[in-house]
T-cell receptor, first 111, second 114 residues
């Protein structure tokens, strides 16, 4: 079983819809990241969370440490939001800052 | 305000050749991480370096792969005697410090082994 699980794996939405992508993890963490990757493209960091909620434009990220769960929400989705969204956690303790990644959620927003 | 830079962006090597991937971190960042993304797979940690030191190489294959981050110049990921299975996107990230510092990713190097 992967230490970081995302759902759904694939998501198709109509422009304007509210979108939720979920991430569950099984290890103790010091932080959780949401990343965006366009096909064939680089990786952009959207959020880094250790508690609560963060908002940036139409994107909202929440985390529940007790339940080991995070969600990424996109309000008023747009075709340019089409990308792979990746959840990654930094495990707690030790000398390393390495990230453990989920397998990603492929989002397609249709006009 | 330059971010993480990686070069080359695309690299083609024949089986048995060497591949050298370079990563220049954000100015002032002394922590560098290398990650690999195999086709149709997720990202996987390879190695974590601070200036002149390897801190964690638990994700590096034991043979043919090495990494360095010298006092001056970029971090280098070196793959000797490449095989087709090494074809992947290799991403570098950097951070200012440990703990709560965010990692900033480079655009990646796409290695194709023919």
């Amino acid at each position: 079983k992967n230490e970081v699980e995302q759902s759904p794996q694939n998501l198709t939405a109509q422009e304007g819809e509210f979108i939720t992508i979920n991430c569950s993890y099984s290890v103790g963490i010091s932080a959780l990241h949401w990343l965006q990757q366009h096909p064939g493209g680089g990786i952009v960091s959207l959020f880094m969370l250790s508690s609560g909620k963060k908002k940036h434009g139409r994107l909202i990220a929440t985390i529940n440490i007790q339940e080991k769960h995070s969600s990424l929400h996109i309000t008023a989705s747009h075709p340019r939001d089409s990308a792979v969204y990746i959840c990654a956690v930094r495990s707690y303790g030790g000398a390393t800052n390495k990230l453990i990644f989920g397998t990603g959620t492929l989002l397609a927003v249709q006009p | 305000n330059a971010g993480v830079m990686q070069n080359p962006r695309h690299l083609v090597r024949r089986r048995g050749q060497e591949a050298r991937l370079r990563c220049s971190p954000v100015k002032g960042h002394s922590h560098v991480y290398w990650y690999r993304q195999l086709p149709e797979e997720g990202l996987k940690f390879m190695v974590y370096l601070q200036k002149e030191n390897i801190i964690d190489e638990s994700g590096m294959p034991k043979e043919r792969f090495s990494a360095e981050f010298p006092k001056e110049g970029p971090s280098i990921l070196r793959i000797q005697q490449v095989v087709r299975g090494d074809s992947a996107a290799y991403f570098c990230a950097s951070s200012e410090g440990t703990g709560g510092y965010e990692q900033y990713f480079g655009p990646g190097t796409r290695l194709t082994v023919t």
